[in-house]
């Protein structure tokens, strides 16, 4: 869910294309994953992807109480610090996810399957 | 658009050639003169810099996908001592265990290099037989890891550096961070404890082995046990991607052909029968003669701007080389990005500020497969070229190219680069170094090697320039334009079915595992493994393959605790503690593993 990429139908293509087979991709804006997430629990096993915290947040705000998040992987950008591996989170970001954390959200950052994830609750301090 | 087809083949034979060399003078230079079995300083000098070599960007990526492989290190390292055979034979045992290895995201799980590198070197130069080189080089692999860390960390010094060039619109500042600065760095970290491990190991485990010779002889058993199987936790690997599906009977039907045929046949012949029938399944069950839907737009854009073809070649092949060479945590391949786009900034733009600011947009984290991931930088340049000819592009809409397409590209390219075109030319390449037999074979075929060197350097090179100048001609469309017309997803499933067949041939070649147990019953000599082979040859190898397939796919347990178990089995099994028989059919005591 992104309101850039829900809003851009070749991205969504590309997205949708370049996902293994037997997996179907859903693009929407922040808004309508809201609703659809709410309204239209799906039995089958959903995996939410997000670009930003801020995405993550809103997304908790708007009242979907999830209690765990993986941090796979935020690009280095101006105002961004290096925190662990190639994830990097600004001053901003990193409040997010330690107030969602102090709300009961499991947070950690694992990069790619298969090794071992850290908690971010081991770096909140440090950053 | 003239295209100057020199220049590409030029390059392109440099490369080959500059290999070549590095072969020859390695050939010409003084080969262990006192003993044959011991490596000489300098001997371990070289070897350090071939791994060197293997991480670094001099081989128009040729160093990671192929001196980085275990098969071709271990020819490396065998024509350095002076003996290419054993060499490539020890190169192709290890290359077993990293098949299936996959290094995405920035994540180096295990070095095949290290254990290709210094494990040949510790092997031929130890004294140590070819059968035990895998027990030996497997542990070296895990130790990769600290030099990876050591190599990102420290990388990410250098992006600042080129933002400062690219403050003062620098463009040949911002290039020389890229390709220089790192290196003397890497060649550090990576040559120089190569050299001392491989001099003062290959001592230490020659001292080892003859204590063990003398004191403890059924270790050496246990390693040569342990070797066999870990083969299995080799093919096991490359099975969690393989193995699911529709198209898991042909991994039992190239296991049935190579196991009924004792073993003994020439993996090409078997890789070419696996393609025919590769080709049956996907015609089958996909369609080859039916094309997609025309794919609109895949008509070549106007050209509108002042880029030649070589311009764009020039971008391609600072891509080609330089792309990981300061690879770091803070912006992945973002310094080789904006290196590869320094033709086409020199080309287009005059003014310091617009030089500034394109540097300064390219210099940003970036990350995705090299090869299939060349589709982004064309459609990039093309982007570039439009708004230097004055089209309205903002500096948003080219980022959201780059780090919309890097992602998708990379899950692609991960899976046809590191998941197929890898392990299948390698697998072949590795049949014919040893004539089908790995595990046995003391000596290998110098064109097992050469086979992968050449195949190699025409699929990523190929494949690379045509994505690229694709994305240069059609723009981003050119992404939708090849995933939507089918050919992809029928090279995957065909590679699927390929890739099976050939992993059921290669248990039978590479896995060894049979059991010495024996008991005398009644004064009738009864051996256990004679109950398998009646059941069916190879039945253990295959057997063990799947059991450890079950732990790593459904069971998660790691690869690496898997490796040490196996380790531990093989040495603590071959303590002759279990009941056997002799020849004459008298009880004694034996190790588990015959």
Redesign the interface.
């Known amino acids: 869910m992104d309101d ?2 829900g809003a ?1 139908p ?2 969504q ?3 949708g ?2 996902a ?2 037997g997996l179907t991709v859903d693009v929407y804006t922040v808004d309508d994953a809201l609703q659809v997430l709410s309204n239209t629990p799906s039995r089958s096993t959903t995996m939410v992807l997000m670009k930003t915290p801020q995405t993550a947040r809103r997304l908790y705000d708007g009242g979907l109480h999830y209690n765990a998040l993986n941090i796979g ?1 935020i ?3 101006p105002g961004r610090k ?1 925190i662990f ?2 994830i ?1 989170a600004s001053r901003e970001e990193i409040d997010i996810l330690t107030d969602l954390m102090a709300k009961g959200v499991e947070i950690t950052l694992l ?2 399957p ?2 071992k994830s850290k908690a971010f609750s081991d770096l909140a301090g440090k950053v | 658009m003239k295209v100057n087809r020199k220049q590409v083949s030029t390059a392109m034979v440099l490369s080959i050639v500059l290999m070549l060399a590095s072969v020859a003078i390695v050939k010409a230079a003084p080969v262990a003169q006192e003993e044959d079995t011991t490596l000489s300083l300098f001997q371990a000098l070289i070897v350090g810099v071939f791994y060197y070599f293997a991480m670094s960007p001099w081989f128009a990526n040729l160093g990671f996908t192929v001196l980085y492989r275990p098969l071709i290190a271990g020819t490396l390292v065998g024509l350095v001592m002076g003996r290419v055979g054993e060499g490539v034979a020890i190169g192709a045992n290890i290359n077993v265990l990293y098949l299936g290895w996959i290094s ?4 180096l ?1 295990g070095d095949p290099g290290l254990a290709g590198y210094l494990g040949t070197a510790l092997v031929l130069g130890g004294g140590l037989d070819i059968d035990a080189a895998l027990a030996v080089a497997a542990p070296l692999g895990l130790l990769g890891g600290l030099t990876w860390s050591l190599r ?1 960390s420290v990388c ?1 010094i250098i992006p600042h550096w080129a933002d400062r060039y690219a403050e003062e619109g620098n463009i040949k500042g911002v290039a020389r961070s890229n390709y220089i600065y790192s290196q003397p760095f890497l060649f550090l970290i990576y040559a120089v404890p190569v050299m001392l491990a491989a001099y003062l190991g290959s001592q230490a485990v020659g001292s080892a082995l003859n204590w063990i010779a003398a004191n403890a002889i059924w270790v050496m058993n246990g390693l040569f046990a342990a070797s066999g199987m870990l083969a299995a936790l080799g093919i096991a690997l490359n099975l969690k991607f393989l193995l699911r ?1 529709n198209v898991w009977p042909y991994f039992f039907v190239g296991f049935m052909i190579t196991s009924l045929a004792g073993g003994n046949v020439n993996l090409l012949v078997l890789a070419i029968i696996g393609a025919c029938i590769a080709y049956i399944h996907v015609l089958f069950t996909e369609g080859i003669g039916e094309a997609g839907p025309a794919a609109p737009g895949k008509k070549a854009r106007k050209a509108q701007g002042p880029l030649t073809r070589q311009d764009v070649f020039k971008a391609w092949v600072r891509w080609l080389c330089f792309s990981h060479s300061t690879y770091n ?4 391949q ?1 310094m080789g990005f904006a290196h590869s786009m320094t033709p086409i900034i020199e080309k287009l733009y005059t003014k310091k500020e617009d030089i500034s600011a394109a540097l300064k947009r390219h210099l ?4 995705t497969q090299p090869d299939v991931g060349s589709i982004i930088h064309g459609a990039v340049i093309a982007m570039e070229e439009e708004r230097a000819s004055g089209a309205e592009i903002s500096d948003d809409a080219i980022n ?1 190219v780059k ?3 890097m ?3 990379a ?2 390219g991960d ?1 046809v680069q590191q998941g197929i075109i890898i392990p299948i030319t390698l697998a072949i390449g590795m049949s014919i170094a040893t004539g089908g037999n790995v595990g046995t074979a003391t000596t290998g075929n110098i064109l097992g090697p050469l086979f992968y060197i050449v195949s190699m350097a025409i699929l990523i090179w190929g494949l690379g320039w045509l994505l690229w100048w694709q994305g240069y001609q059609q723009g ?2 050119a ?2 334009n090849i ?2 017309s089918g050919t992809l ?1 029928k090279v995957i499933v065909g590679a699927g079915v390929l890739g099976n067949f050939i992993m059921g041939a290669l248990v039978v070649s590479f896995v060894s595992l049979s059991t010495a147990l024996a008991f005398n019953i009644g004064g009738t000599a009864f051996h256990l493994q004679d109950v398998f082979n009646s059941f069916m040859p190879n039945l253990l190898p295959l057997l063990l393959v799947l059991l450890i397939w079950w732990l790593l796919a459904k069971k998660n347990v ?1 690869p690496t605790l898997i490796m040490i178990v196996i380790i531990a089995v093989g040495i603590l099994g071959s303590i002759p503690i279990w009941p056997g028989l002799n020849e004459a059919g008298e009880a004694i005591r034996v190790g588990l593993f015959g």
């Open positions: 850039v990429v851009d070749f991205m293509e590309v997205l294309l370049a293994p087979p992987g690009g280095n950008a290096n591996k190639n990097s990069t790619v298969g090794e | 995405a995201g920035g994540s799980p990102m990410s599906g945590w803070e912006r992945m973002g940003v984290f970036f990350n959201a780090t919309g397409l992602g998708p590209m899950g692609i899976t981003r469309v992404v939708t995933l939507k997803n790691s």
